[in-house]
């Protein structure tokens, strides 16, 4: 079965681009969820999706940061101006009825 | 400026020995709780999971054991072996359960030395 992918698994750009990080769930799951990892903080949870209805964007650091679920199999993150300390690694989970959250492998993004 | 970051807690064990993962949680409230593993270059993956009118779940080779008195959680890894060798990471569900969201703890690595 395929898992939570994401794409991409890497990304370097400058400071002030747009980078976009893109999350197809596994097929069935209605949670979709956006985390980050860093040293500094952990694995913060920025955002989630119930049935493609952002639920709780609480996380979401400034409004550089937007995602968007316009159907149930794909979901992006958007940053808009990049900066440096957004450098990090982005995971993308998805989840069924009452089951665990299973990740993929994350994008580790590099914003020079 | 110098960075900090996080310092994990490391538990280093030998082959072949069990190991014992712990982790306080937060929230007395919280119904769900789950352990996952992250090898490095990969994502979070889930080991075992238990609900909060339990307080001992077996899985292959791993047990957790849930203290809701104390709020504790631990991860019981029997015959550890290399490959156990990753960061743990203790979750738990804040109800209403049917969010699904999460809170994690900030992990801790188990090496194994063969």
């Known amino acids: 079965d395929a898992g939570v992918i994401q794409s991409p698994r890497h990304e370097v750009t400058e400071m002030g681009q747009e980078v976009t990080l893109r999350c197809k769930p596994i097929s069935g799951h209605n949670s979709l969820f956006w985390y980050r990892q860093t040293m500094m903080r952990g694995l913060e949870l920025l955002i989630y999706f119930n049935n493609n209805v952002p639920i709780d964007d609480s996380g979401m650091p400034e409004d550089r940061f937007s995602a968007k679920m316009p159907n149930a199999s794909f979901s992006t993150l958007k940053i808009q101006p990049s900066e440096p300390r957004d450098s990090a690694v982005y995971f993308c989970?998805?989840?069924?009825?009452?089951?665990?959250?299973?990740f993929g492998d994350g994008t580790r993004l590099s914003i020079l | 400026g110098e960075s900090v970051g996080l310092h994990l807690p490391t538990l280093s064990v030998q082959e072949g020995d069990n190991s014992i993962i712990n982790c306080a949680y937060s929230n007395s409230a919280s119904d769900y709780f789950i352990w996952y593993k992250q090898e490095s270059g990969k994502g979070p993956q889930f080991i075992i999971d238990?609900?909060?009118?339990?307080d001992k779940r077996q899985g292959q080779r791993v047990t957790v054991l849930l203290n809701k008195t104390v709020k504790h959680l631990s991860l019981q890894i029997a015959a550890t072996q290399p490959g156990d060798s990753a960061v743990y990471f203790c979750a738990e569900n804040i109800p209403p359960s049917n969010t699904g969201k999460l809170i994690f703890g900030q992990g801790t690595t188990l090496q194994v030395k063969p």
């Open positions: 238990i609900r909060s009118n339990m």
């Open positions: 989970a998805s989840s069924g009825g009452n089951q665990p959250q299973h």
